[in-house]
């Protein structure tokens, strides 16, 4: 089983930069692939970005393309979310997610596909 804390998140004004943080506990990080979703109030949880176990295929959801960057250290069992140019529209509750794969370039952009979630962490952007 995979623990997921995240940290990073905080209130920014619009066109500012923040970078999330997901470290997950056990040994075997690097047989996880990795995703960010996140959910604003009434609406549904959204993909953010994916990435596969080998970090060598990304995923990004469209609002959020050329913005904002996925990436992990394996060696550190964390991923990373670089967020810029945030827009009060990025307003949400942002949460990891883990599943395990057997495939290292695949990355999942379902949240049905994920198996364990962070608690999320609150990001606000304020004009």
């Known amino acids: 089983q995979v623990q997921l804390v995240e940290s990073g998140g905080g209130a920014v004004q619009a066109g500012d930069s923040l970078r999330p943080s997901c470290a997950a506990s056990?040994?075997?990080?690097?047989?996880?692939?990795m995703g960010w979703f996140r959910q604003a109030p009434g609406n549904e949880r959204e993909i953010v970005a994916a990435?596969?176990?080998?970090?060598?295929?990304?995923y990004y959801g469209d609002s959020v393309k050329g913005r904002f960057t996925i990436s992990r250290d394996n060696d550190k069992n964390t991923v990373y979310l670089q967020m810029n140019s945030l827009t009060p529209e990025d307003t949400a509750v942002y949460y990891c997610?883990?599943?395990?794969?057997?495939?290292?370039?695949?990355?999942?952009?379902?949240?049905?596909?994920?198996?364990?979630w962070g608690q999320g962490t609150q990001v606000t952007v304020s004009i």
């Open positions: 990435i596969s176990r080998s970090a060598g295929s990304t």
């Open positions: 056990g040994r075997t990080f690097s047989s996880y692939a």
């Open positions: 997610a883990a599943r395990p794969s057997d495939y290292r370039s695949l990355a999942y952009c379902r949240a049905g596909q994920y198996v364990y």
